[in-house]
């Protein structure tokens, strides 16, 4: 897993009104191993469900100069979120409270802080202490409540007291390791080899709670828990069948449709990739318009939905967020130029694909590339935003890199092709031997023919 984040060269300028200028540092290399617990199986429905968890640790040597002690400067994630998500009446208590809920290295809208805080070790704020005051006390106690659902944020419980919450904890990686991705129901494939993989429910539902609104003509679409984890697919794939994949980490499906054929250590493979219009709002396809939730306030402050190449997930990561592909590929031009130093995107790196063998439907190679925005924006009672020049603001962008490994593909060899040569072999020669036994039998035959005729 490759990490990739744009840090702010001139914050302070920003602060002041001036065009964000980034450096995109990285790739600092994770390992991430993926462990699944069983829990159950159902002979009936011909189904497994299992919980799946993750755990990242920092691989030094793909990472080359880059260590976990360097140092980047970023949007504070929490102070940004407490600023646009609160009424007007408590943006005015939370920012009096300041003080008492972030320490003074995170107290303002741009933090510098190294990798290893950011990725794992997380930074704590609304700490309870004893000179917090009452007010500031019930201002702690919203932001416990107004941060309940954002991923990102772990609850550090009191140990004297198990029920109180004694402080918050970010990090955008942290939390996968004490978390499980939710709980999975598959389908096994044994009565339906074509099901193999699929996902029949997430969390115990055949739904997602994070899509549709009151406009759209058929929620279904966006809302429907459909396709595979990403990590077995079913046999037989073909250039006119598409594969849905479903990521919990945005929260909905994508579709992946073949491109092309390619070699894989010497394995043939057929590339899937998604359309370009995968993250657009505004499709032309109306029923498409349930992903478009305007929950995350524009650069005007108004809910909408945003230009091409941009989603909101804000209720999938509980906070006002927007996805994109790296460097905004597919997206409209608009936002690359709202700010300096992200370079031109380029689909071989910022893009997603999937390789599969077509026959077993083994993965051979896969990357899945997503990008983290904000929105800089002028909050009319948040002081510290007054001079902001509205714009998106990208922060991070994370590659999940697969490729079928040495002992796999030898595996691959020899359970499958080498028995596919041996079995071709096999039928060849007993054409051959069948062929041979005809003209054999048709010599016979014939000669007996010639002898009698002369008689």
Not at 17 to 29: D, F
Not at 305 to 314: A, H, P, Q, R
């Amino acid at each position: 897993m490759g990490v990739y984040l744009f840090t702010v060269k001139n914050a302070p300028a920003v602060m002041n009104g001036a065009v964000p200028k980034l450096i995109e540092i990285g790739p600092y290399v994770f390992r991430e191993d993926i462990r699944k617990k069983v829990l159950s199986t159902n002979e009936h429905d011909d189904s497994v469900t299992y919980k799946k968890f993750t755990e990242q640790s920092f691989e030094q040597e793909r990472s080359g100069h880059l260590t976990l002690d360097d140092n980047v400067t970023i949007i504070n994630p929490p102070l940004l979120v407490l600023s646009q998500i609160t009424s007007v009446v408590e943006q005015l208590v939370v920012v009096g409270c300041l003080d008492k809920i972030f320490s003074p290295t995170y107290r303002e809208l741009f933090m510098t802080t190294t990798i290893r805080s950011l990725m794992f070790e997380g930074f704590e704020f609304a700490k309870y202490s004893s000179d917090v005051g009452y007010a500031c006390e019930v201002v702690r106690q919203q932001v416990i409540e107004k941060t309940k659902k954002m991923k990102n944020i772990q609850r550090i419980y009191s140990k004297e007291y198990p029920e109180m919450v004694e402080a918050l904890r970010f990090s955008f990686l942290g939390f996968k390791t004490e978390n499980p991705d939710g709980i999975y129901t598959l389908n096994r494939g044994i009565d339906n080899i074509s099901k193999l993989g699929s996902i029949m429910q997430w969390n115990n539902s055949r739904y997602l709670p994070f899509w549709g609104t009151s406009q759209s003509i058929n929620n279904n679409t966006c809302q429907l828990v459909e396709g595979g984890d990403s990590t077995i697919y079913p046999p037989h794939a073909s250039k006119d069948k598409s594969f849905l994949i479903f990521s919990t980490d945005i929260c909905r499906r994508v579709e992946v449709f073949y491109t092309s054929t390619e070699t894989y250590k010497n394995i043939e493979g057929y590339r899937f990739e998604p359309k370009a219009d995968t993250f657009w709002s505004k499709l032309s396809n109306v029923k498409e318009d349930c992903f478009c939730t305007g929950r995350t306030l524009n650069a005007n402050g108004l809910p909408d939905c945003y230009l091409n190449g941009i989603i909101d997930v804000y209720d999938c990561f509980g906070a006002p967020l927007l996805l994109s592909f790296p460097h905004f590929l597919h997206a409209d031009e608009s936002y690359i130029k709202g700010v300096q130093g992200v370079t031109s995107p380029e689909k071989e790196k910022h893009g997603i694909y999937l390789v599969i063998e077509p026959n077993t439907g083994t993965p051979l190679q896969g990357r899945k590339r997503v990008q983290l925005n904000v929105v800089l924006r002028n909050i009319e009672y948040v002081s510290f935003t007054k001079k902001l020049l509205p714009t998106v603001l990208p922060v991070i962008w994370i590659e999940e890199c697969a490729d079928l490994t040495d002992d796999l593909v030898d595996m691959l060899n020899n359970k499958f092709f080498n028995v596919v040569k041996i079995a071709n072999g096999v039928k060849y020669g007993l054409i051959a031997v069948c062929s041979l036994s005809l003209l054999v039998v048709a010599g016979i035959l014939i000669r007996k023919k010639v002898i009698s005729l002369r008689k």
